[in-house]
């Protein structure tokens, strides 16, 4: 049983830029499916895929390159199981001066940090990527 599926993402996704591979491959949920969904938007991946296995299904996605270098350089874990952080509306971090993101669940569903204060939304912090 896997305790932080947000984690064991994250993890695959930076094992994967580390040893620089095309694509890397996880059990999927909507809610990674949707965190992917951003990360495709916002430009850190080229592509995702759900691949239909006999139970739950595979989540694939195409890492993006730019001259041999990853274009994410960073990933971090913030809400946890032990230790939930939610933010307001006004006090959205802004990581790395707005290089990266924010992916936050909110009662519109899983956004960035821009798209969080434009809705004039708050929720849950997921994560940082940078």
């Avoid at 996704?13 to 591979?21: D, E, F, G, L, Y």
């Avoid at 949707?34 to 694939?60: C, N, P, S, T």
């Avoid at 274009?71 to 990266?100: D, E, Q, T």
Wanted: hydrophobic share 40%; with cysteine.
């Amino acid at each position: 049983m896997m305790t932080d599926p947000i984690a064991d993402m994250l993890t695959r996704v930076r094992n994967a830029v580390t040893i620089r591979a095309d694509k890397v491959d996880m059990p999927a949920s909507r809610m990674k499916l949707d965190m992917a969904k951003l990360l495709k938007e916002e430009g850190f991946i080229k592509a995702y895929k759900v691949q239909k296995d006999k139970k739950q299904g595979v989540l694939r996605l195409t890492l993006k390159y730019a001259d041999g270098t990853s274009i994410i350089s960073g990933l971090k874990r913030i809400s946890k199981p032990g230790r939930r952080v939610y933010v307001g509306s006004h006090r959205i971090p802004k990581v790395m001066g707005g290089v990266g993101i924010a992916i936050v669940t909110t009662s519109k569903g899983i956004l960035s940090d821009t798209s969080c204060r434009r809705e004039g939304v708050g929720g849950e912090v997921l994560c940082y990527v940078w």
